[in-house]
Each structure stands twice: as C-alpha cells, then as structure tokens.
C-alpha cells in the first residue's frame, strides 16, 4: 500500500515554463488537497477537490490549476512558474474529511 | 470561512517536562479539528483528531488534545516530552466551502526540547 505518491520530489524551472506536479493516492480517498509550504506561513491549500470531477480554489488559488478526471490522480500544473512559486507542495488524501494522509512533497524552485 | 490561529511561533521544553501548544479557531459551526506533527524534511502525520463527542481526545505519541467551545480552542498536550518530540506541530481546522469539504492549517509552532 504506497498511499499518496509525489512526483518529482525535487524539480527547478525557469521563471515562464510550466510543468505538472503528480499526486496518486491509492486508498480509494474522495478528498484530495494540494498545500504549499512556506517558511513562516505554514501550510496554504491551493486546491482541493472531494470526487472525480469535483475541485475548488483553495486559498491561494492563482498561478495553478487542477483536475480530478479518476478518483486516484490529483495533478496540479503550474501555467507560467514566478520565483514566488518556489516553495515545498504537499499532496494530502482523505477519507471524507478524518484526517490526511499526505505525500512526501515536491520542492520546487524557480530561478 | 475558517480559520486557525497558533500564538507560539516556537517554543523550548526540558526533556521530561510536561508541554502545551496552543491553538485558537474561528469557524461558525462545530468544526473539525486536528493536530499533525512535521519532522525535519518529513511530511506531515496525523496526531490526533476531534469530531464530536468527548471533548478530550487522545492520539499517538502519548499526546492530548481537549476542544474548548467557549474559548474556541484546542490546545495540544503532553505530560513528558521526548527528545525525539522536537518537530514542527501544526493545527488545523475543517469544515465545509463551496466546493465541499476543505481543511486549512496554522502557521505552525516549532518545538525544541533541550537535554
């Protein structure tokens, strides 16, 4: 049982690529959240997504986008990467709302 | 909307004193809480959880957590603190948005234990 697997875990860009972080979960969970990780800030959602064609903005929201085509895969891309993306991003899993499980995380940088 | 508040942006401890983390929420309704613990360059593990019912929870590690209504708050417990305690611990809140169910944490408090 993996359950929730990132990739890659590190990755750099330059200011203007875009790239697709992947999140797969495979305990069959609805819910399904991408957070970043700051110094200082804590984690913030970005989005977040309770089913297979169901996502919403989190709180910080631009500069990203996501899909839930299959209950198991949570992608999030990145459209035009800016220094201020670079940061940790962590997947998380959860059935109905008891508690995530999250992924290793990304760290990301954009030079 | 919700949202959650830790006073303590880091805090030291004696190894085998006992230890408090304090966490402050604002949300309409009864919300859904939660404590996870962030070992240094780990991901995030699940301490302990509160739905409904007993107002004092208890989770892995030996911590504790107790949900005050009146206060708005869930602070976070330990009667003897391990070395292999020190991490970064973060509250969090959940309850429902537009688009469903969504959980937003606080900013996080470090804790160090000294020998």
């Known amino acids: 049982n993996a359950g929730v697997t990132q990739t890659p875990k590190f990755q750099v860009l330059k200011t203007g690529q875009s790239m697709t972080l992947q999140c797969a979960q495979d305990?069959?969970?609805?819910?399904m959240s991408w957070y970043r990780q700051d110094p200082g800030m804590g984690l913030r959602l970005i989005h977040y997504?309770?089913?297979?064609?169901?996502?919403d903005q989190g709180e910080v929201p631009n500069g990203y986008n996501v899909s839930r085509s299959t209950t198991e895969d949570f992608p999030l891309r990145l459209l035009s990467a800016a220094p201020s993306q670079t940061s940790v991003y962590f997947c998380?899993?959860?059935?109905?709302?008891?508690?995530?499980?999250f992924g290793s995380g990304t760290r990301l940088t954009v030079v | 909307a919700q949202s959650v508040t830790q006073p303590d942006i880091h805090i030291t401890v004696s190894e085998g004193a006992s230890l408090e983390l304090r966490c402050n929420y604002s949300?309409?309704?009864?919300?859904?809480l939660f404590w996870y613990v962030q070992s240094p360059g780990q991901g995030l593990q699940l301490l302990l959880k509160?739905?409904?019912?007993?107002?004092l929870v208890q989770g892995i590690k030996g911590f504790e957590a107790e949900f005050k209504r009146s206060q708005s708050s869930f602070n976070l417990r330990k009667p003897s603190v391990h070395w292999s305690d020190a991490a970064e611990y973060f509250c969090?809140?959940?309850?429902?948005?537009?688009?469903?169910?969504?959980?937003?944490f606080g900013a996080g408090t470090r804790l160090f234990v000294k020998a």
């Open positions: 305990m069959n969970h609805e819910y």
């Open positions: 949300y309409g309704a009864t919300p859904y």
């Open positions: 509160y739905f409904s019912g007993d107002t």
């Open positions: 998380a899993s959860s059935d109905r709302g008891f508690g995530y499980t």
């Open positions: 969090a809140v959940g309850a429902v948005g537009t688009g469903g169910f969504k959980t937003i």
């Open positions: 997504s309770v089913g297979a064609g169901i996502t």
